[in-house]
Nanobody, 125 residues
Framework: QVQLVESGGGLVQAGGSLRLSCAAS????????MGWFRQAPGKEREFVAA????????FYADSVKGRFTISRDNAKNTLYLQMNSLKPEDTAVYYC??????????????????WGQGTQVTVSA
């Protein structure tokens, strides 16, 4: 397993930008498929974006395509989520996760074995 710590959340106006980071401890970060999820008050946790171990493939929820960009720096054991053109409906706690595989048929990050503690993102209208 790997320990994950998110940072970079905060309060931003609609149309603004934030960059989230997820720092990973452990030796095998570069072998994991990494993802971002979010959970708004009263709602279930939902998938936001995922990235292959090499960073060569990325996957996004329809609601964030064209606005969010996931990336990773394996040398720094860090995952990122650049969020642009933020909307009030993006308000949620954002979590990073480490998994084993991306199921392209179902659009699911499989074998999640580690979660971060979450970072709050609030977008005001």
């Amino acid at each position: 397993q790997v320990q994950l710590v998110e940072s970079g959340g905060g309060l931003v106006q609609a149309g603004g930008s934030l960059r989230l980071s997820c720092a990973a401890s452990g030796r095998y970060f570069s072998s994991y498929v990494m993802g971002w999820f979010r959970q708004a008050p009263g709602k279930e946790r939902e998938f936001v974006a995922a990235i292959s171990w090499s960073g060569g493939s990325t996957f996004y929820a329809d609601s964030v395509k064209g606005r969010f960009t996931i990336s990773r720096d394996n040398a720094k054991n860090t995952l990122y989520l650049q969020m642009n053109s933020l909307k009030p409906e993006d308000t949620a706690v954002y979590y990073c996760a480490a998994g084993n595989n991306w199921d392209s048929d179902y659009g699911v990050l499989e074998g999640i074995h580690s979660w971060g503690q979450g970072t709050q993102v609030t977008v005001s209208a």
